[in-house]
């Protein structure tokens, strides 16, 4: 299967170059270089990945991001900032971008993060491809009145189903698999993201971050997802309310 991208940058040289590296994997790329071509390409295409520069002439990126996001809580998104945007790149990932990668980046690396999300993209769309899973394949973990279900794709607490992108979806199923086992940052961004790069173990820190928000009580005091200081992170059991 061919994995459609469409790339959003406004520099043509980088676009080009970014194209020529994309095209190596066997994925088609379409370009838009405005927010208004992207919008317009987003809705026709309908992209396995968007590979997002947040510095456009005529629109936000942040703003962009947001609306793929709106339109389909899955899609997935690459951002691509310069480095001294950090305000930019927490903003983006909190606004659910799945990834992002600060300019310049190596060919090589720009390969690999594509690779790891579009794994991760393929495995969900097959996912919805099975109408009926026999229920010896079921893929599914339940902590108390956590319920996840990797096949479906669906995931409850308390009975309420919760809104997760797939990043966060893939953490938390990660973490319920090992409870009580303390992955650092490095870990997780090898073993939820598929790739190792010191420094972007921030993309985990707003990924926890943003999941707290939405399974605990109190995020500013989280008694799930438990920070081990100096470690990192892990699932803490007796957080989990139990079952009505």
């Avoid at 009975?159 to 319920?176: G, P």
């Avoid at 997780?188 to 420094?199: D, I, R």
């Amino acid at each position: 299967m061919i994995n459609k991208v469409l790339l959003v940058e406004d520099d043509e040289d980088i676009a080009a170059l970014i194209q020529i590296h994309l095209q190596e994997q066997a994925i088609e790329v379409t370009h838009a270089s405005t927010g208004e071509q992207a919008k317009q390409c987003f809705s026709l295409l309908k992209p396995d990945l968007v590979l997002l520069d947040l510095m456009l002439p005529d629109a936000s990126g942040l703003d962009l991001c947001q609306q793929f996001k709106q339109q389909n809580p899955l899609q997935a998104v690459l951002m691509l900032t310069a480095r001294n945007s950090e305000v930019d790149r927490v903003v983006g990932l909190e606004l659910g971008a799945d990834d992002y990668m600060g300019k310049p980046f190596s060919g090589r690396e720009l390969q690999a993060r594509v690779r790891a999300l579009l794994r991760r993209v393929n495995l969900i769309n097959n996912s919805h491809s099975v109408k009926v899973i026999p229920e010896k394949l079921s893929s599914g973990i339940t902590l108390k009145a956590l319920q996840l279900n990797k096949d479906k794709r669906s995931a409850f607490y308390q009975q309420n189903e919760l809104d997760l992108t797939a990043t966060e979806f893939d953490l938390l199923y990660f973490f319920l698999k090992q409870p009580e086992h303390v992955f650092s940052r490095a870990q997780l961004l090898e073993k939820v993201w598929g790739y190792q790069h010191q420094c972007y173990e921030h993309t985990v820190n707003s990924h926890v971050n943003r999941l707290r928000q939405k399974i605990e009580i109190n995020p500013a005091k989280p008694a799930i997802i438990e920070t081990v200081w100096g470690v990192g992170y892990k699932l803490n059991p007796k957080g989990v309310a139990c079952a009505e």
